[in-house]
């Protein structure tokens, strides 16, 4: 059964980071793209992050470029995004999730998704 499980978040005060997490099995382990979206009350769903699983190729959004780092440890069953110098406006549900086929700098279709993890920053 795939399945995609995230952790990590939390509540931070404005400049101090978070690393999520992203726990993959059955094939979302074996997915093509690996990706992190977050969505803020009332806005639609946004892009954050994406890697390519096989070649380790990274895209961001231009709004966390700099900050953000998406990284997939060497078995490919867990993801990561680590958060630095968090602004208010990052506060979302960040959501992980995972793609049979690329190209990986596009933001969908995303075929399986976890249940999300919510991270607050305060200023």
């Known amino acids: 059964q795939e399945q995609l499980v995230e952790s990590g978040g939390g509540s931070v005060q404005a400049g101090r980071s978070l690393t999520l997490s992203c726990a993959a099995s059955?094939?979302?382990?074996?997915?093509?793209?690996m990706g992190w979206f977050r969505q803020a009350p009332e806005k639609e769903r946004e892009g954050v992050a994406a890697?390519?699983?096989?070649?380790?190729?990274?895209f961001y959004a231009y709004s966390v470029k700099g900050r953000f780092t998406i990284s997939l440890d060497n078995a490919k069953t867990t993801l990561y995004l680590q958060m630095n110098s968090l602004k208010p406006e990052d506060t979302a549900m960040y959501y992980c999730?995972?793609?049979?086929?690329?190209?990986?700098?596009?933001?969908?279709?995303?075929?399986?998704w976890g249940q999300g993890t919510q991270v607050t920053v305060s200023s």
């Open positions: 059955g094939y979302a382990a074996s997915s093509y793209c």
């Open positions: 890697i390519g699983t096989f070649g380790g190729t990274t």
């Open positions: 999730a995972a793609r049979r086929s690329g190209p990986c700098a596009t933001w969908s279709p995303y075929d399986y």
